[in-house]
């Protein structure tokens, strides 16, 4: 069964850091993308970065310049470094992975219907 683990979330205050990492089990072999995501209270969930093998990333606009996504293949393991945070980021964080890759219609890595596989989140509270 396949198993994917957050960990680093917490408080900060407005303009700190803080990293997250979600740890994968129960996979044997390479996730096609994954990619974190978040969800304040009363919003809907939305893609935060994605990131294929190959190095493909995607980050929305509200994270561009502040967040960094990468892939830990030894580790199977997606991290999220998250710089110069507001209160705008308070939020539950996922992560999600994929196990499939459709090469005639690549994925939206920020939609949450391109992942099969969901952690069950860490939260990220940023004061100001």
């Known amino acids: 069964q396949v198993q994917l683990v957050e960990s680093g979330g917490g408080s900060v205050q407005s303009g700190g850091s803080l990293s997250l990492s979600c740890v994968a089990s129960?996979?044997?072999?390479?996730?096609?993308?994954m990619g974190w995501f978040r969800q304040a209270p009363g919003k809907e969930r939305e893609g935060v970065a994605g990131?294929?093998?190959?190095?493909?990333?995607i980050y929305a606009d509200s994270v561009k310049d502040r967040f960094t996504i990468s892939l830990d293949n030894a580790r199977n393991a997606v991290d999220l470094q998250m710089n110069s945070l507001k209160s705008e980021d308070t939020a539950m964080y996922f992560c999600?992975?994929?196990?499939?890759?459709?090469?005639?219609?690549?994925?939206?890595?920020?939609?949450?219907?391109?992942?099969?596989?969901w952690g069950q989140g860490t939260q990220v509270t940023v004061s100001s």
């Open positions: 999600a992975a994929s196990a499939l890759y459709n090469e005639a219609d690549p994925p939206d890595l920020l939609s949450q219907y391109e992942y099969h596989f």
């Open positions: 990131v294929e093998p190959d190095g493909r990333i």
């Open positions: 129960g996979y044997f072999g390479t996730f096609q993308y």
